[in-house]
């Protein structure tokens, strides 16, 4: 009896270990499908001018997108090696989850639920945001406290509707949250004076108000009621994928730093300086630590520039958005963005 005992644990103990391997195996193979696929595949939003939304041509543009481009820069060499994928804010966890996208790159905010309880990681924050909320200049209104009893417009599956509710108690007011499933609806809505006013991301709100028939009829208020940390997401347990995403953005941020761009970075190639040698590849192997070329970093530059050039062209102060780079200013300089060193 003993050792039948004995037998049928480690015929248990056998399958639990070979369980485990299977799956490690199977959630390691995200970087080599994307290899054998031949390009990645990224969710982002639905037209969103300033992060993802096709111009004349069909070609995709934006934030995100360009985030997305880093990534397959880093992989193939080729920034344009990717298709992407409009996903809403319903579908956009389950895209991932489903292994219909490589990663999601699509103003999404980073929570501890989410993590934890989704079954994904995410990378880096890439987009220091909060929520804010945007009313008609002709409501007359200056502040978010002025909006007790107000009808605001919203979409479902995110954290705007909670932090609403937190704000209207902290001042003792309420509010009536009208919500619509689809981003265009909801700016109708509001655009139609269905609403007194909208809420969501500030950087989402100047998305919102660029597509207004007269943007400068509206007006986002001084209040920002939460922390909503904008960064990409992979899937759980895949480390090597999510390294690759991560150190991806980070090399956006870090050649700011440096002072590499998309037009300097050939010289750059001779620069003395050990982790610029490093991070384009000319000295040691940080490429091949994440299963990439060693030119991995170079090729994210000159693709896609520094996280200062995706900024300012898809965001900046002299696009339709008009933002200015705020908390999403380098560290060095009073702002937030800060990668770790590559060594």
């Given amino acids: 009896m003993n050792s039948r005992i004995l037998q049928l644990c480690a015929t248990v103990a056998g ?14 193979t995200t970087l080599e499908t994307v290899k054998a696929r031949g390009k990645l595949i990224c969710g982002v939003s639905m037209s969103t001018p300033g992060f993802a939304t096709a111009d004349a041509k069909g070609h995709m543009e934006g934030f995100d997108v360009d985030v997305c481009r880093a ?3 880093a992989v193939f060499g080729d920034p344009e090696k990717v298709d992407f994928v409009l996903t809403n804010i319903n579908t956009r966890f389950q895209a991932l989850q489903s292994g219909e996208i490589d990663m999601l790159s699509r103003q999404t905010t980073m929570t501890f639920s989410r993590e934890t309880s989704l079954g994904l990681d995410f990378g880096p924050t890439v987009f220091y945001d909060g929520q804010g909320l945007m009313v008609p200049k002709s409501l007359g209104v200056s502040s978010a406290k002025e909006l007790t009893d107000a009808a605001i417009c919203t979409l479902p599956g995110t954290t705007t509707a909670q932090n609403l509710s937190d704000f209207f108690r902290t001042i003792g007011g309420k509010f009536e949250l009208v919500v619509f499933e689809s981003p265009d609806e909801n700016r109708n809505a509001f655009f139609s004076g269905r609403c007194e006013a909208i809420s969501s991301d500030r950087s989402d709100l100047a998305s919102i108000r660029a597509v207004a028939n007269n943007p400068d009829d509206y007006v986002v208020l001084p209040e920002t009621i939460s922390k909503e940390p904008l960064a990409p997401a992979v899937r759980q347990n895949d480390s090597n994928w999510r390294d690759i995403v991560s150190w ?7 050649a700011e730093e440096r002072g590499i761009t998309q037009a300097n970075v050939d010289e750059m190639t001779k620069s003395e300086d050990p982790e610029i040698q490093r991070m384009l590849g000319v ?31 898809n965001l900046g102060t002299k696009t339709a958005l008009g933002l200015t780079r705020g908390p999403n200013t380098r560290w060095s300089e009073g702002g937030l963005l800060y990668a770790p060193p590559f060594r």
């Fill in 71 to 73: 990534v397959a820069a």
């Fill in 283 to 313: 000295s040691e192997e940080l490429g091949k630590m994440l299963n990439l070329d060693n030119k991995w970093g170079y090729n994210i530059i000159k693709g896609v520039g520094n996280y200062g050039e995706v900024f300012e062209r």
């Fill in 15 to 28: 399958i639990a270990v070979g369980l485990v391997a299977a799956t490690a195996a199977n959630a390691a």
């Fill in 248 to 254: 991806s953005a980070w090399m956006l941020m870090a």
